[in-house]
């Protein structure tokens, strides 16, 4: 098992899919599908680790922060 973001643009696209899937939510299941039926391996735990950390991060900057910088870079649906 590798550590986190020691992966270069592959743990890059997991933390990237992770701030996507906050506007558009359907990304999740593709995600998972992939990461636990498709391609299960050793570092399947860390890939799904790095996109909740880029789930959060872009949650926790993005919904709670009440700035108004942050707020006209929000997506809006």
């Known amino acids: 098992m590798r550590l986190l ?9 997991h933390i990237v899919f992770g701030m996507i899937s906050i506007p558009f939510p359907i990304v999740i299941i593709p995600f998972l599908l992939y990461q636990f039926v ?8 860390i890939d799904t680790l790095e996109f909740a950390l880029g789930y959060v991060a872009y949650f926790s900057v993005g919904y709670l922060a009440d700035l108004e910088v942050l707020q006209q870079f929000r ?3």
């Open 38 to 45: 498709l391609k299960y391996d050793g570092n399947s735990g």
């Open 75 to 77: 997506i809006q649906l």
């Open 5 to 13: 973001f020691v992966d270069g643009w592959n743990s890059f696209w």
